[in-house]
């Protein structure tokens, strides 16, 4: 769905997936129009949705928290944590590697659940608080709620399913007693898929037999996310494996074709992306690497202007989210593959271009190690 970036928080960068608007303005509207005016009647129309506005950004606050407690202890245990990205069904930390251990994987599980109960009992301590100061009802209320959305979310994330924290907290216990990292993510990653059908299957019931339509929906639909997340995270972590170990230089496409950064649109069309297979080239001047150029970068620029505008004006710099070295595993080439929008990574040796990795080029490497086993 794309993605964009809000700012930074002790060095973490957190971005808001497009997705997050939809779970924000249904919790808007589920509060604003509902539970509000059912729990606390008589208040104006007015004064619930900002309480519903206010609920949800809180909310959120409390789960980019939740998550910059994973990311802290991450960074502690040496593991690159790129950023934080919050989504239609809370947030993630963004790392480039997993635990190396069960223990670390044990702390950097807990720490979540820990901090949501810490503002849980945060978020109650105001409700009280402002109970005993005659704060205005719609403060003290929003606190209560907030205080029980945490408690909540730290439940709910205890729950043993990967890839929740409660799922990694079991696959670092069974990772421990057995030594096998692999089958400990399967049983964990079975226990998601587990979990995610069971809501499903609460939530029909809900809906069929009480009725309940509201939280029949809510537990379809995040029991449909979380097994999917489970199988999704359990492939992730099969496909880190299997390149663990494995250098750049083995997947890249070499020597690739490259283009001067001074050819207009219209030639760099007809002679190259009309005339070749390929949809980017690499961008190259003197020897130097200056970026890549892609068709769907050409495509935003409108026809009328492909004779004046060149590939320069067009190609994605060559910065460090496009580059890797021959010698980068594969694993953070994967990294850096999902975090760009060409989708296509440079490999540059001292400077000079040495071939060009696509997902396609992963894809066709893990396709041959995988005949070869």
Do not use: C
């Amino acid at each position: 769905m794309g993605s964009f970036r809000l700012g930074s928080i002790l060095g973490f960068e957190i971005r808001i997936d497009f997705s997050w608007f939809i779970i924000f303005f249904l919790i808007l509207w589920t509060f604003g129009s509902a539970v509000f005016p059912n729990e606390l009647p008589g208040l104006s129309t007015t004064t619930y949705y900002i309480m519903g506005t206010a609920g949800a950004l809180l909310f959120f606050a409390s789960l980019i928290a939740h998550e910059l407690s994973h990311s802290l202890v991450a960074r502690t245990k040496d593991i690159p944590v790129e950023g934080i990205t919050l989504f239609i069904f809370g947030g993630i930390a963004r790392t480039r590697m997993d635990a190396e251990t069960p223990v670390d994987e044990f702390q950097i599980a807990g720490i979540g659940p820990v901090t949501s109960l810490a503002l849980a009992g945060l978020f109650y301590t105001v409700e009280w608080l402002g109970g005993v100061l005659g704060w205005p009802t719609a403060v003290t209320a929003l606190a209560g709620y907030l205080g029980l959305w945490n408690l909540a979310l730290a439940i709910f994330n205890l729950l043993p399913g990967f890839p929740l924290d409660g799922g990694r907290l079991f696959r670092s216990i069974a990772w421990y007693f057995t030594d096998d990292a692999n089958r400990a993510t399967r049983w964990a990653s079975n226990g998601g898929r587990g979990l995610g059908l069971a809501l499903v299957a609460v939530g029909v019931a809900l809906i069929f037999f009480i009725g309940d339509l509201l939280n029949g929906f809510w537990l379809i639909f995040i029991g449909w996310f979380l097994r999917n997340a489970a199988e999704s995270s359990y492939q992730q972590f099969l496909i880190r494996n299997a390149l663990g170990g494995v250098q750049a230089r083995h997947a890249m496409t070499r020597d690739p074709e490259t283009v001067p950064p001074d050819i207009s649109l219209r030639e760099l069309v007809d002679e190259h992306f009309m005339a070749r297979r390929f949809h980017a080239y690499p961008v190259v001047e003197g020897g130097s690497t200056l970026g890549l150029v892609t068709l769907a970068g050409v495509k935003e620029v409108p026809r009328e202007e492909w004779e004046t505008k060149t590939a320069r004006d067009v190609m994605t710099p060559a910065d460090e989210a496009l580059v890797v070295a021959p010698d980068d595993g594969l694993t953070d080439v994967v990294d850096k593959l999902s975090g760009s929008d060409s989708r296509r990574v440079l490999v540059l040796d001292d400077g000079e271009l040495a071939g060009l990795i696509t997902g396609s080029d992963i894809t066709a490497w893990l396709r041959k190690a995988k005949e070869l086993s």
